[in-house]
């Protein structure tokens, strides 16, 4: 049968039309040429290979073809093989993206051009340097081109910074499921992830705190840093970054969990941003479950819990600040005080001021509740307002109507009766007044620095308790440029133009539109 020349070129190409070119067939087969051998003048190619599909499609025209790993476009329309139109694809689920797009590097890009094009970029940073400039252009073909370039680039060098670009610009799109799978591709190719790695996956998660699975992954990556063969420990960095995905979507328990694992002291301790975080997240759930709901036994038992737990957790912060191993910020003195204000009782707006003299060194404008002088002090304050045309009307109703509040020693007698032993003069005196001044027996460092947070805390602290003079003194001192020099903001000016509005001050408020104008 394969007796002549002919007979075998007959064979060959009815085996493998597909895969031979008759003019390479006939060559082949010429007389006089060894196959095993190349004629002259022609390259050695490399060895005959089958492709990788099996039959040759007829391609329509009007149909888009998406390479494997490719996100398809939107205009493509899904046709079948058989060219009849497929069942349309069901919607993805807000916070995901196709499930399969980061999982096979998309064919267009062939090995040897990316080879090509990294060889001008061997190095890991103009390689993390390349992959943000293609993925600033925000476009579908761009993502897809970088993630082939970090594919191929991690065959021969380490590109753990490049993959947490992919990871974060995943995230910024809110493709969670994407960034995840990134996240996990990184680990299989032998890529370890650093610190930062997961910094970006927890910051990513707080962005897209909305949507289903957030908090259980989060939870799991963040649990896995604590195994033995975890490249990376958790720190305090990454820990507060889970608080806060727990303190936004709503899970307290999850929170209250997480930060029991904290140590006390030494690395990993919580900072001020973790009490920040905590105290944030009790006020906001407070708030959240009062929304629609009347005044009512329920709701006003889940605020003094609240702020029972706040208070208890200020006095850790307290200790720990007073020992200097804790630093203080506006941000969580503010935090502290905004919690005291969901109470709505006289005692806690009171301990705002009393709040921001001990951690700022800010003077009280009006004795404490309880002192002998409180009461006097009203009277003058109304007095002032009669003297400028204020009017003292309604501090003048608050004074007729509530009773005189009980001294510390009514509020506890236990406190007064006690007599204090040999060798306790020197003791913590915040034991019997958790919000005592401490700021001015600590060092400047130590000492918080107001800002227009704490304006707009103390004036609405001061209007709460139904004093308008003490805020105007407030306003006064905060601004002041011989004193605290804090330049107002818009939400301090609408805090305090509501007050002057309750306090009828016609003559304050338009002196203060005044130098508003002024700027």
């Known amino acids: 049968m394969l007796d002549c020349t002919a007979c075998i070129r007959r064979c060959v190409w009815?085996?493998?039309?597909?895969?031979?070119?008759?003019?390479?067939?006939?060559?082949?087969?010429?007389?006089?040429?060894?196959?095993?051998?190349?004629?002259?003048g022609r390259r050695p190619g490399p060895p005959l290979c089958r492709r990788s599909y099996a039959t040759a499609t007829v391609r329509d025209p009007q149909v888009e073809i998406v390479p494997p790993g490719a996100i398809p476009s939107t205009s493509a329309l899904p046709i079948s093989y058989h060219g009849v139109p497929s069942r349309p694809p069901e919607p993805q689920r807000a916070g995901d993206e196709e499930e399969d797009h980061h999982r096979r590097a998309?064919?267009?890009?062939?090995?040897?051009?990316?080879?090509?094009?990294l060889y001008w970029v061997r190095?890991?940073?103009?390689?993390?340097?390349?992959?943000?400039?293609?993925?600033k252009r925000d476009s579908r073909e761009d993502y897809n081109k970088a993630l082939a370039l970090v594919r191929q680039a991690s065959k021969s060098m380490p590109c753990t910074v490049s993959w947490n670009h992919l990871v974060d610009y995943n995230m910024s799109k809110g493709r969670v499921k994407g960034a995840v799978g990134v996240y996990n591709e990184m680990k299989k190719r032998a890529q370890t992830p650093d610190a930062y790695t997961f910094t970006t996956l927890f910051r990513g998660f707080s962005w897209n705190a909305k949507y289903g699975l957030t908090l259980e992954r989060a939870l799991s990556i963040?649990?896995?840093?604590?195994?033995?063969?975890?490249?990376?420990?958790?720190?305090?960095?990454?820990?507060?970054?889970?608080?806060?995905?727990?303190?936004?979507?709503?899970?307290?328990?999850?929170?209250?969990?997480?930060?029991?694992?904290?140590?006390?002291?030494g690395k990993g301790a919580p900072d001020k941003l973790t009490f920040t975080i905590i105290l944030n997240a009790i006020r906001n759930q407070a708030i959240q479950d009062s929304k629609g709901e009347k005044a009512s036994e329920s709701l006003q038992e889940r605020q003094r819990r609240a702020v029972l737990q706040g208070r208890r957790m200020w006095e850790e912060i307290r200790d720990r600040w007073s020992h200097r191993d804790l630093g203080l910020?506006?941000?969580?003195?503010?935090?502290?005080?905004?919690?005291?204000?969901?109470?709505?009782?006289e005692q806690d707006d009171d301990d705002i001021l009393s709040l921001l003299e001990q951690t700022m060194g800010i003077p009280r404008q009006i004795p404490p509740l309880g002192h002998p002088s409180r009461r006097g002090a009203v009277r003058h304050a109304q007095a002032l307002d009669k003297l400028d045309g204020s009017g003292g009307d309604l501090a003048?109703?608050?004074?007729?109507?509530?009773?005189?509040?009980?001294?510390?020693?009514?509020?506890?007698p236990a406190r007064s009766t006690r007599r204090p032993a040999n060798g306790e003069e020197d003791e913590d005196p915040t034991a019997a007044n958790p919000f005592a001044p401490l700021a001015r027996l600590l060092p400047e460092e130590y000492r918080v620095r107001p800002g227009v947070n704490t304006l707009s805390l103390a004036i609405e602290a001061c209007t709460a308790l139904r004093l308008p003079r003490p805020a105007q003194d407030y306003w006064g001192l905060l601004t002041s440029p011989d004193h605290y020099n804090i330049t107002p903001d818009r939400q301090n000016y609408h805090v305090y133009l509501r007050l002057l509005r309750l306090?009828?001050?016609?003559?304050?408020?338009?002196?203060?539109?005044?130098?508003m104008k002024k700027g």
Not at 21 to 34: A, C, E, T
Not at 106 to 115: R, S, T, W
Not at 123 to 135: F, I, Q, R
Not at 333 to 340: E, F, I, K, N, S
């Open 396 to 412: 003048r109703a608050l004074l007729d109507a509530r009773e005189p509040a009980p001294s510390a020693a009514a509020r506890d």
């Open 329 to 345: 910020d506006e941000e969580l003195v503010c935090a502290m005080g905004r919690l005291l204000l969901i109470g709505h009782t």
């Open 123 to 135: 190095d890991p940073l103009k390689l993390a340097d390349k992959v943000l400039n293609l993925l």
């Open 106 to 117: 998309p064919d267009v890009y062939k090995a040897a051009d990316l080879e090509r094009e």
């Open 222 to 265: 963040y649990h896995s840093m604590f195994a033995d063969h975890s490249p990376v420990k958790p720190s305090v960095t990454h820990t507060n970054a889970v608080l806060k995905v727990c303190a936004l979507t709503g899970d307290i328990d999850a929170m209250y969990g997480v930060a029991a694992k904290l140590p006390t002291h």
């Open 14 to 40: 009815t085996i493998c039309a597909d895969t031979f070119n008759p003019r390479d067939l006939v060559q082949l087969l010429r007389p006089g040429i060894n196959p095993a051998r190349p004629p002259l």
């Open 503 to 515: 306090q009828r001050a016609s003559k304050l408020a338009m002196e203060l539109v005044q130098d």
